[in-house]
């Protein structure tokens, strides 16, 4: 891992700092774990009192929770945030490819690389491929024809991105994704399903990350369109001609059916299904495990499905859930009832 000294780290941020500037940091961790050359961060007050046993060389924090602080202290408004910029800072991840190209690599002799490409080994790169500068491809990946992908943007090992697939700049693809795939589209002859050409494709923007075995299908006819800035994690289903706007986030296991359109900035939890053929307004906030069959015409924090109980409660709550139907119409008999006794009382 890189090491920073503490003055150094306290700039890069533009936090204040509080204790010795030459302080050595050699990595992050958590207060529980944390022992010297290591700095840590407290982001929610509930656990300040942790910090008098915190072993950290420093911690990250805000001014309010100084006071606590034994150790060495950066103060910023935003401690998460910073523990952000400070992972990128300290990161040791390695990069998908080594510097150069495989000689184990396939590529067609008409593909255009920029500068400081690195292809993985057995990677296939078919004709027609334009990937810019700095773009690493990791091992086993399939480019497939006329797709273009730009510059900074890294694939790691084992992804496959069909034909005709357009992909912005300083985007990052984990492994297992599958972009371009054909989307699920059939008509039925008589019981026999005939299969439709899928003709569209993937455009997808700048500074997307895409988690691993997540599917992204091409359009039927229009492209299915990913904006700047998105981030999806893993093992994501997004069905031909959907379209998501900026800075959206979408957690796990999330199924968006065909042609829907999800707006800028909203936030998708884990396991959510959404149907197809209507759209989710911008600033959505769906929890985990929404079920969303209507459009969403309001910003706002959306919810359904039920909590987890004990399988004796869940199986009284599903039998009332059944008979809700004639309980309904009980009640509005018995209002009616009510409605005329009142009426012959006056």
């Given at each position: 891992?890189?090491?920073?000294?503490?003055?150094?780290l306290?700039?890069?941020?533009g936090?204040?700092?509080h204790?010795?500037?030459?302080?050595?940091?050699?990595g992050?961790?958590?207060?529980?774990?944390?022992?010297?050359?290591?700095?840590?961060?407290?982001?929610?007050?509930r656990?300040?009192d942790n910090?008098?046993?915190?072993?950290?060389s420093?911690?990250?924090?805000?001014?309010?929770?100084?006071?606590?602080?034994?150790?060495?202290a950066l103060?910023?408004?935003?401690?998460?945030l910073?523990?952000?910029?400070?992972?990128?800072?300290?990161?040791?991840?390695?990069?998908?490819?080594?510097k150069g190209?495989?000689?184990?690599?396939?590529i067609?002799?008409d593909?255009?690389?920029?500068?400081?490409?690195?292809?993985?080994?057995?990677?296939?790169?078919e004709?027609?491929?334009?990937?810019?500068?700095?773009?690493?491809?990791?091992?086993?990946?399939?480019?497939?024809?006329?797709?273009?992908?730009?510059?900074?943007?890294?694939?790691?090992?084992?992804?496959?991105?069909?034909?005709r697939?357009?992909?912005?700049?300083?985007c990052?693809i984990?492994?297992?994704?599958?972009?371009?795939?054909?989307?699920?589209?059939?008509?039925?002859d008589?019981g026999?399903?005939?299969?439709?050409?899928?003709?569209?494709?993937?455009i997808?923007?700048?500074?997307?990350?895409?988690?691993?075995?997540?599917?992204i299908?091409?359009g039927?006819?229009d492209?299915?369109?990913i904006?700047?800035?998105?981030?999806i994690?893993?093992?994501?289903?997004?069905?031909?001609?959907?379209?998501?706007?900026?800075?959206?986030?979408?957690?796990?296991?999330?199924?968006?059916?065909g042609?829907?359109?999800?707006?800028?900035?909203?936030?998708?939890?884990?396991?959510?299904v959404?149907?197809?053929?209507?759209?989710?307004?911008d600033?959505?906030?769906?929890?985990?495990?929404g079920?969303?069959?209507r459009?969403?015409n309001?910003?706002?924090i959306?919810s359904?499905?039920?909590?987890?109980?004990?399988?004796?409660?869940?199986?009284?709550?599903?039998?009332?859930?059944?008979?809700?139907?004639?309980?309904?119409?009980?009640?509005?008999?018995l209002?009616r009832?009510?409605?005329?006794?009142?009426?012959?009382?006056?």
């Open positions: 891992m890189n090491s920073i000294r503490l003055g150094q306290a700039d890069k941020l936090a204040t700092l204790g010795d500037k030459d302080i050595i940091i050699t992050i961790a958590s207060m529980d774990s944390a022992k010297l050359g290591d700095i840590t961060f407290l982001s929610n007050n656990y300040k910090l008098a046993n915190c072993n950290a420093a911690v990250v924090l805000t001014e309010e929770n100084l006071a606590y602080c034994k150790t060495a103060v910023v408004a935003n401690p998460y910073a523990y952000a910029y400070m992972a990128q800072l300290l990161d040791s991840t390695p990069a998908p490819a080594d190209i495989h000689p184990s690599a396939v067609a002799s593909v255009k690389l920029g500068c400081n490409v690195s292809i993985g080994a057995n990677s296939v790169i004709s027609g491929v334009e990937l810019a500068d700095n773009v690493i491809i990791g091992a086993g990946c399939f480019i497939g024809k006329h797709t273009t992908i730009g510059a900074n943007t890294r694939l790691w090992a084992n992804v496959s991105i069909y034909h697939v357009q992909i912005g700049c300083d990052l984990q492994s297992g994704a599958v972009i371009g795939s054909d989307g699920f589209g059939y008509a039925n008589r026999h399903w005939i299969k439709i050409p899928q003709l569209g494709r993937v997808i923007g700048d500074r997307v990350e895409i988690g691993a075995c997540t599917a299908d091409r039927a006819l492209d299915t369109v904006h700047d800035g998105v981030i994690d893993n093992l994501c289903q997004i069905a031909h001609n959907v379209e998501i706007g900026e800075n959206t986030a979408v957690a796990g296991g999330v199924i968006m059916a042609s829907l359109k999800v707006g800028r900035y909203c936030q998708i939890g884990g396991a959510s959404f149907n197809g053929h209507m759209e989710i307004a600033k959505v906030v769906v929890t985990g495990m079920m969303v069959m459009p969403i309001e910003p706002g959306y359904s499905g039920i909590p987890l109980q004990p399988n004796k409660t869940w199986r009284k709550t599903a039998a009332l859930v059944m008979d809700i139907d004639k309980m309904n119409k009980r009640l509005k008999s209002e009832k009510l409605t005329k006794q009142i009426l012959a009382d006056e």
